[in-house]
């Protein structure tokens, strides 16, 4: 399947500035996985443009299983057919059938489009704070080599930007000695999280100080909206990797800190497991995994030991 790799955006952001129409702040978990039959509610179903059987839920489910690992549980009925239904219009097709089968066959940007829609993004700025306490001090004990920090489902950004201010924080420089690399598989949200541009909402939970020492308001920057500053979105680099891919060119270790939070919640086990056991050559033997509240893997101990918080280091570490 022939999706893009390798976005790589400079300071400023030389992504386009189109928002995804997919974002919001992390509260809600993603979806559950679920083994059960979709069965289309009549009501939902009725006066739709498009006709939208079980059989269609199933097989979307299925695409996105096999190239994302996303499982989409049947409740998500209603989100898959609003947001694929404009890729139908979008195209001029007529039917699910009829798109399906086109994607099926093969059509590569297509692929990336329907893996955008169907995604789901939720993040925010300082998300599960404790792993940036964390992540300070665990800095500064490196602080004798350059370091590096792959932040693996960066969706639109808030957290490699939470990375960076802790960087800039634990070094007291807006320069400090730390290369972020940013990745998802969503390629619309990497342009978002690439320009660095913001609801001011999105900031109102963090303190006066970093509110004023990170971001610009006006200056060319909309009313409403907050930009990042351009020290921070130098350290940042980003591409797009699929976790299910084979291999992963862009993902260049070893790194010092693995973040990979809230996405793991999608996968079964043994995928869950093969996505580890390739972390862990990429991870310093020093390095530390930091994964989502709800996420444990203690199914994988021959790979990741706990340090509790949902912080992991590696099992074959010496002490
Ligand atoms: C709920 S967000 C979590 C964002 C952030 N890590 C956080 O904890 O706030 C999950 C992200 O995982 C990404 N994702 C889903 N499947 C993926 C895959 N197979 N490979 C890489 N990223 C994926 C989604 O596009 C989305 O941006």
Redesign the pocket.
């Known amino acids: 399947m022939p999706l893009p790799t390798g976005i790589k955006v400079g300071a400023g952001g030389t992504a386009s500035a189109d928002l995804p129409r997919k974002t919001g702040t992390?509260s809600a978990e993603?979806l559950r996985k679920t083994a059960t039959a979709p069965v289309l509610a009549p009501a939902a179903a009725a006066g739709r443009e498009f006709q939208f059987t079980a059989a269609d839920f199933e097989r979307v489910r299925q695409l996105i299983h096999k190239h994302?690992?996303?499982s989409l549980a049947p409740i998500k009925q209603d989100m898959v057919y609003s947001r694929l239904a404009r890729r139908l219009r979008a195209l001029g097709m007529k039917s699910f059938d009829q798109y399906l089968a086109h994607l099926e066959r093969g059509h590569g940007a297509e692929w990336e489009t329907f893996v955008n829609s169907l995604?789901?993004?939720?993040?925010?700025f300082f998300?599960?704070n404790h792993h940036f306490e964390m992540l300070q001090k665990h800095l500064l004990r490196l602080a004798q080599r350059p370091i590096r920090i792959w932040?693996?489902?960066?969706?639109?950004g808030?957290?490699p930007y939470s990375l960076a201010i802790t960087a800039c924080e634990a070094f007291n420089t807006l320069t400090p000695p730390v290369q972020i690399h940013a990745?998802?598989?969503?390629t619309n949200?990497l342009k978002t999280a690439a320009h660095g541009e913001y609801p001011l909402e999105r900031i109102e939970r963090l303190d006066a100080e970093r509110q004023r020492k990170y971001f610009i308001k006006g200056a060319g920057v909309p009313t409403g909206q907050v930009r990042v500053r351009p020290e921070l979105q130098k350290l940042i680099t980003y591409s797009r990797?699929?976790?299910?891919d084979a291999q992963w060119p862009s993902a260049k270790g070893p790194f010092d800190a693995l973040?990979?939070?809230?996405?793991m919640i999608?996968?079964d086990k043994p995928t869950q497991y093969q996505i580890l056991k390739k972390f862990v050559p990429l991870l310093h033997p020093d390095g530390l995994l930091y994964a989502?509240h709800s996420e444990s893997f203690l199914h994988a101990t021959d790979l990741f030991r706990s340090l509790g918080r949902t912080v992991y280091e590696r099992t074959d570490r010496r002490k």
């Open positions: 992390a993603p994302a690992g996303i995604t789901t993004n939720l993040t925010s998300r599960e932040c693996s489902a960066a969706s639109t808030e957290e990745s998802d598989i969503d949200v990797i699929n976790l299910l973040f990979c939070r809230n996405v999608y996968f989502g």
